[in-house]
């Protein structure tokens, strides 16, 4: 079954140029309890996605807090061993190999995170911080990192004499550029952004997207940019996938997934947010109700059918399967295995 996800995908979408290519990527986190740690159950946290990322180009993954979006970025950095599935940079398979052997990958990929206080050593000046990285790949002598950290403070908005100050000193969005320029500093190919601007004020959140956005311009940057903020997600994405509780239930290019959803799942989530050229604003209004089911039980079959308005008996036995429904527009759904549209309102109780 992965197989048939994994081809329909790809015909779906053209990942000849793939920088990343994930398939059926899982991570199950096990729960032991007792004094002998006995196993009594797994957190299904990511429980098989498949996605590319092309060079230059914006992946959004959104979805609610604790679904499984965070956990993908960490699995693809192989901060996490995955449980399944397999991860390839530049078609070269990365999913097995060892701490060592992942330091030429890591010099590709590198991450921005959601608290920059928190991911920010206190004890390390702002240009040591930044500079941190070229140290531990070996890169320059010291007068050459000493230049490059100040380039480095330049291109993200700093003053290079703040490289000597700590990061208590610099306010919220300040210290994302501090994160973003130590990200920058070995010249990766794909930035992991881990709700890089939730943590900040509105006016804050644009400053740093449109900067990302520049970067990504000049050195050609490919992101995988997760966030629970469809507005931002638009802004910022050229594709985007919808994640519900470990699995991916739709993906497409940003103007069909924002003017034309398909899952019954994102098209709760775009009337919940005020983005006003949503096509979906058009529809009948639907309120998904409910909490999102605890990924240690989830339910079975699709895992949306407890808060799903439009769910039959097969929801509740059968997993849908992610698949190409319109050119380049997947979605796991089983109304659209009959290739039909969603109809505009739930159907009568
Ligand atoms: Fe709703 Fe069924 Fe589609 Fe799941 S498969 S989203 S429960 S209609």
Not at 95 to 106: D, E, H, K, V
Not at 208 to 218: A, G, H, V, Y
Request: aromatic fraction near 6%; include cysteine; proline fraction near 7%.
């Amino acid at each position: 079954m992965a197989t048939d996800v994994a081809a329909e995908i790809e015909t779906a979408n053209d990942d000849s140029a793939a920088l990343i290519r994930v398939e059926n990527l899982k991570k199950y986190f096990p729960i032991h309890k007792g004094v002998f740690s006995k196993l009594v159950g797994q957190v299904y946290a990511v429980d098989g996605i498949s996605f590319h990322i092309k060079a230059g180009e914006t992946l959004g993954l959104v979805g609610e807090s604790g679904c499984g979006k965070s956990t993908v970025g960490r699995t693809v950095l192989k901060l996490l061993e995955p449980t399944a599935g397999s991860i390839h940079i530049k078609g070269e398979d990365i999913t097995a190999l060892p701490p060592a052997g992942m330091l030429a990958y890591r010099q590709q990929m590198q991450m921005i995170f959601q608290d920059p206080f928190a991911s920010l050593n206190p004890r390390m000046t702002a240009g040591n911080i930044v500079g941190e990285p070229l140290i531990i790949h070996g890169i320059g002598n010291a007068t050459e990192r000493q230049d490059r950290v100040a380039w480095l403070f330049e291109r993200v908005g700093l003053r290079p004499e703040r490289m000597f100050a700590y990061a208590h000193e610099f306010s919220g969005g300040q210290r994302q550029r501090l994160g973003i320029a130590r990200a920058l500093a070995i010249n990766p190919e794909l930035i992991i952004c881990d709700e890089p601007v939730s943590a900040l004020d509105v006016s804050i959140q644009a400053q740093i997207i449109n900067l990302l956005m520049d970067l990504q311009e000049e050195f050609k940057l490919s992101y995988l940019f997760i966030s629970h903020d469809l507005a931002v997600v638009e802004h910022i994405s050229h594709r985007v996938a919808v994640m519900y509780l470990g699995r991916i239930v739709e993906m497409t290019d940003k103007t069909s997934l924002f003017e034309e959803p398909l899952h019954p799942y994102t098209e709760a989530l775009l009337y919940a947010v005020p983005i006003a050229k949503s096509g979906a604003r058009n529809r009948t209004r639907q309120i998904v109700e409910g909490d999102v089911p605890s990924p240690i039980n989830p339910p079975s079959g699709c895992h949306f059918h407890t808060r799903c308005p439009y769910a039959v008996a097969r929801c509740r036995t059968e997993e849908p399967k992610l698949r190409e429904v319109k050119p380049g527009h997947l979605t796991a759904c089983h109304i659209h295995d009959r290739k039909v549209t969603l109809p505009l309102a739930p159907p009568e109780a």
